[in-house]
């Protein structure tokens, strides 16, 4: 949760009884069918593994344990943006943070 990686929407929709799985997905949700629109999410991803490859095998830089994709960026600076990963501080009450290693 502290790092912003669950969808809520999608974890209220596993978490529905299965009679009420069965109508979302007679309505489309969560059908598991390919999607096309996924292509360009995937040839980011593929290029910027390869970008982290280089790095590593050139010694140019460290490559990155983990890198973020966002395709929306921010009002500021719009756009897909791709870089490290920056974890947010350690909350000790937070059952995800406290147990990160």
Excluded: F
């Excluded at 960026?73 to 937070?94: E, F, K, V, Y």
């Amino acid at each position: 949760m502290c790092l912003g990686e669950l969808d809520t929407a999608e974890v209220s929709r596993w978490a529905k009884p299965a009679a009420q799985q069965r109508l979302d997905r007679e309505h489309g949700y969560g059908t598991g069918s390919p999607n096309p629109s996924v292509v360009h999410l995937n040839a980011l991803t593929a290029s910027a593994a390869i970008c982290e490859i280089i790095s590593w095998v050139s010694g140019c830089r460290a490559p990155a344990g983990w890198l973020d994709i966002d395709l929306q960026g921010t009002a500021g600076n719009p756009g897909a943006q791709i870089g490290p990963r920056r974890l947010p501080s350690r909350d000790g009450s937070c059952i995800a943070c406290s147990q990160r290693g």
